[in-house]
């Protein structure tokens, strides 16, 4: 199985750059991984939000493969604690055949397209986080709950 991040836009902070970077990494020592950008939307100051969230779900399905268990990071999704992350993970990891893919959208959510594909959600706090920084504790709660499932001492309880 191999882990995908599907984002909509370039990161551009280069300290979240820097530090999704170091995480991405770090996953990588414990199972395929890659991050996969869809550019951001040009000239959208005449589009609608519905009009912007069905070009960007366009471009989000285009990605998508056959077989992919595909899980949106979503407000309204299931939230887990890191211990219940990693145990999530670890169970994906013995039933998807393919491809996991992890669904960051743009700004204004999802198109019901992409909802429809979707075979969950999960939330990674009741608090709201910018799209840029969701990115880098992502990929880091990734590399935390790889860390619980090897018996690593990066996670405290």
């Known amino acids: 199985m191999k882990?995908?991040?599907l984002l909509v836009?370039?990161?551009v902070n280069k300290h979240f750059v820097e530090?999704?970077?170091?995480?991405?990494?770090r996953v990588k020592h414990y199972i395929g991984f890659e991050i996969v950008t869809i550019p951001e939307l040009k000239n959208t100051k005449n589009l609608s939000?519905?009009?912007?969230?069905?070009?960007?779900g366009e471009l989000?399905?285009?990605q998508l493969q056959s077989g992919d268990y595909v899980v949106l990071l979503d407000e309204h999704g299931k939230e887990f604690r890191s211990i219940e992350f990693s145990k999530y993970m670890e169970q994906k990891m013995l039933s998807v055949n393919k491809r996991l893919v992890f669904v960051i959208g743009g700004p204004y959510g999802f198109s019901q397209d992409v909802y429809g594909k979707a075979n969950e959600k999960i939330s990674l706090s009741?608090?709201?986080f910018s799209h840029q920084m969701i990115r880098l504790i992502f990929v880091e709660q990734l590399y935390?709950?790889?860390?619980?499932?090897?018996g690593e001492p990066y996670h405290h309880e």
Request: aromatic content about 2%; overall charge positive.
């Open 3 to 5: 882990v995908s991040l």
């Open 9 to 11: 836009g370039k990161t």
């Open 19 to 25: 530090l999704i970077d170091e995480y991405a990494g």
């Open 49 to 56: 939000v519905d009009q912007q969230k069905q070009m960007e």
């Open 60 to 62: 989000i399905l285009k």
């Open 126 to 128: 009741k608090m709201t």
């Open 144 to 150: 935390r709950a790889m860390t619980i499932m090897k």
